[in-house]
C-alpha cells in the first residue's frame, strides 16, 4: 500500500501532480482549498472521492505525504501552523513545489516530520496541459534528510518525471535560471510581436508568424547544441545588420533598445566563447552594442 497523499491547494500545480500521484496508486486523502466547491471541483479533476475535499488545513494531518501546493509566501506559515501543537508524526513528510524556498522553510522547532522540496521544470498555465506534460518533466528535488530525498525520487518516477537533486544554497540561481528559461523566453516573444504590430502586421497574426521561428531555434539546440545552434546576425558577424537594427530600433521603439543591446552583448560573448567569430569582430559588435543612445 502506497503512503497517502494529502493536498493543501488545489490549483494548477497540485491538482495536475496529485492526478498523476492518483493514477499510480496514492491515496488522495484530504484535498483543502478555502473555497469548498473549488475543493469539491478539483476532487473530481483529481480523480478522487470528493468526501476528501475539505476547508480546513487540520483535516490533512492524518496524511502519510502533506503536499503545499500554495504561494511562496504562504509555505513557511502554513507548514509552521500544520506542526504546531505536535499535529504531525514523524512518519510524516512535508513538501513543497517552491523553486526558491528550501525545504527546511518548512522547520518547526518542536516537530519530527520530514521536510521534502519538488520542483517541476514545467509552465503550470493549465492545469490539463500539465498533467500531459509532466511525464518526462524535470523536477529539482532539495531536502536536508535522505530518506525524504529517497521519497522525493519515488515521487517524481512515480508522475513520469526525471529526477535530479538540487541543494538548498543553489535554490535562488537554480530559480533564477528556470525564470530566464520560461517566464522571460515569454517576455521576449511579447516584445518581438509588438515590434511585428509596428511593421503593420495584426496583432493576432504575429504570434502564429513567430512560433514557427521559435521551436525550430529550440529543435536547433535540442538536435545540435546552444554553440552550433546559434543562428543570425551577429554568429555571422554582420555589423552592418546589427547597426541598421540598433538605429531602427532607436527610431522606432527606443523602450526596448537597452534590451535589444544587453541581449546582443551576451550573444557576442557565446559567439566568442563557441569559436564562431574572431576576437576582432567580438570587438566590433561589443562596440557598436554598447553605445549610448542619442
Excluded: W
Amino acid at each position: 500500500m502506497k503512503p497517502s497523499v494529502a493536498l493543501i491547494g488545489p490549483g494548477r500545480v497540485g491538482s495536475a501532480i496529485c492526478k498523476r500521484l492518483q493514477l499510480a496508486g496514492y491515496p488522495i486523502t484530504a484535498v483543502i482549498s478555502r473555497d469548498h466547491e473549488r475543493a469539491k471541483e478539483a476532487c473530481g479533476f483529481i480523480g478522487c472521492p470528493t468526501t476528501a475535499a475539505s476547508t480546513q488545513p487540520t483535516d490533512v494531518t492524518t496524511a502519510q505525504i502533506i503536499l503545499l501546493a500554495i504561494p511562496d509566501d504562504q509555505v513557511k506559515p502554513v507548514a509552521q501552523q500544520l506542526q504546531s501543537g505536535k499535529k504531525l508524526s514523524p512518519q510524516t513528510t512535508l513538501v513543497h513545489f517552491s523553486g526558491i524556498h528550501p525545504a527546511e522553510i518548512m522547520r518547526h522547532h518542536d516537530s519530527a516530520a520530514m521536510l521534502l522540496s519538488l520542483h517541476p521544470l514545467l509552465p503550470f498555465a493549465d492545469r490539463q496541459i500539465a498533467f500531459k506534460k509532466l511525464p518526462q518533466c524535470p523536477f529539482g528535488v532539495e531536502s536536508s534528510n535522505d530518506t525524504a530525498l529517497a521519497l522525493g525520487k519515488k515521487l517524481v518516477d512515480a508522475v513520469g518525471g526525471q529526477f535530479f537533486p538540487i541543494t538548498s544554497d543553489n535554490k535562488k540561481l537554480y530559480h533564477a535560471a528556470a525564470c530566464i528559461a520560461s517566464n522571460y523566453l515569454i517576455t521576449l516573444l511579447a516584445a518581438a510581436r509588438d515590434l511585428l504590430v509596428k511593421c503593420d502586421i495584426e496583432t493576432e497574426q504575429a504570434i502564429p508568424l513567430l512560433l514557427p521561428l521559435m521551436q525550430a531555434s529550440l529543435d536547433n539546440v535540442k538536435e545540435l547544441g546552444i554553440e552550433d545552434g546559434l543562428t543570425g546576425p551577429i554568429v555571422r558577424g554582420d555589423t552592418g545588420t546589427v547597426a541598421d537594427h540598433l538605429q531602427a530600433l532607436q527610431r522606432e521603439e527606443p523602450a526596448l533598445l537597452s534590451l535589444y543591446q544587453q541581449l546582443g552583448k551576451q550573444t557576442v560573448k557565446l559567439s566568442q566563447k563557441a569559436a564562431r567569430i574572431d576576437s576582432v569582430t567580438a570587438a566590433t559588435l561589443d562596440n557598436l552594442l554598447s553605445k549610448k543612445s542619442r
